[in-house]
């Protein structure tokens, strides 16, 4: 896609959903662990679930699950009896769990310091806008393209709303590249040891501990991602 485009139609969904997910809300108790979700980039249901966990300043575990693909997908059905996204795992409260408007009250009630915004509360605006996000970018972040799978998950820098971000993060779900996200959206706490180690407030920043790699630029990292881990169809 030209580029310019790519941009313009990651910026579309970003207003779509008003921006949810560029800044952190009230926290409540942190989590020991990181936690775990397995969800696939194009789909309505796991944004809410994105926004939350930027929304709470959480990390999680990131296991792509695009339509084809032959790891996590199944590890799903396995441990949950469906193929049914997003699904989240908390260790540290011993959940797992499907269905994203009670992922998002459970992260709330959990991790939070009050209810969730109205961009994430009740039935009918959430879905609505977060459907129409997806619009903007149809397929993206949907279907699996063959890759191999790297010996130790790659980390990412980035936060929900953020229409380059969301360029990386497709390109790592479309290769089904499992990676630790580290929520820096508005008002994290995390941002200051972030720019102590990357040199910058900006992001994506992409970390593959597999090649040394670290690098910014959306559309620098998908095309390192595409270079190092696609196979040939």
Known sequence: MIRALDIATSVGATLARLGSGAAVGPLGPRPERPLELYEFEACPYCRKVREALSILDLEARIFPCPKGGPRFREEVKRRGGKALFPWLVDPNGGKEMYESAQIVDYLFERYGAGPPP????????????????????????ARYRPARAPEAPLELYSFEASPFCRIAREALCALELPYLLHNVAKGSPRREAFVARSGRMRVPYLVDPNTGIEMFESADIAAYLEATYALGE
């Open 118 to 141: 109205r961009l994430l509360a009740g039935p009918i605006l959430p879905d609505l806008t977060s459907g129409l996000a997806s619009l903007w970018r149809p397929g993206f972040g």
